[in-house]
């Protein structure tokens, strides 16, 4: 069972959180990046989703999973009863980086190095030490890297990893990533894997607290 907070306390971890944001979207670190900051905008949650990078469009709606991927995605969450506007204001969505790293030469999205990476990390640090999530959802290979050590998504996804971070206990629960130029998440073993993992966020206890059963 988790601790009531008192008033105050949240009073003031909501000022902190509102004061990160502020920073986050002030931040310049990574001139190869392409502005602008995205990011969640300030709550408390003890759900925090954990994205890749935005892509191009993101920066023009001013919100995580804006586009073609975060269609999919709460599409995924909708098949479990929540619906985009209800997730986007009772769970937190962080991210590996929060700024959109540009195309590669031959036109994809490319992929932010490990420096831009580190340069981020210090953000979702800082969301941890306020939030103190008790469920974590990383969604797609860069997030779920962070994380996890592993070989194939077919050996994380569809499983609730119980591990230790920032010094707390907490869940982890795998997503691929719902982009549409992947077919991992839409034929079998990953459909079933992915739709194992929509089953373990509905049942799982903070889900419901934040949520409903």
């Not at 191009?56 to 991927?69: C, L, Q």
């Not at 619906?83 to 590996?96: G, K, L, N, P």
Request: hydrophobic share 35%; charged share 25%.
């Amino acid at each position: 069972m988790t601790e009531k907070t008192s008033p105050a306390s949240s009073k003031k971890t909501k000022d902190a959180i509102e004061k990160h944001v502020k920073s986050l979207l002030a931040c310049k670190q990574c001139p190869e990046m392409v502005g602008p900051v995205v990011t969640h905008h300030a709550m408390l949650s003890k759900i925090m989703l954990v994205g890749q990078a935005p892509g191009p469009k993101e920066g023009e709606f001013g919100k995580p999973f804006a586009w073609t991927a975060g269609k999919t995605l709460f599409r995924w969450f909708a098949s479990i009863g929540v619906d985009e506007e209800t997730f986007r204001h009772r769970a937190y969505m962080a991210a590996v980086c929060h700024c959109f790293p540009g195309k590669t030469k031959h036109g994809g999205d490319r992929v932010p190095s490990k420096l831009e990476v580190k340069n981020c990390s210090g953000w979702m640090k800082t969301e941890f030490a306020l939030l103190e999530p008790e469920l974590i959802i990383p969604v797609g290979r860069l997030a779920i890297d962070q994380f996890l050590n592993y070989s194939k998504l077919t050996d994380v996804i569809g499983k609730v990893h119980r591990m230790e971070l920032e010094g707390k206990e907490r869940d982890l629960v795998p997503l691929p990533h719902p982009s549409g130029a992947s077919t991992w998440f839409k034929k079998d073993p990953g459909k079933t894997l992915t739709e194992e993992a929509l089953a373990s966020l509905k049942n799982h206890p903070e889900w419901q607290k934040v949520f409903g059963g």
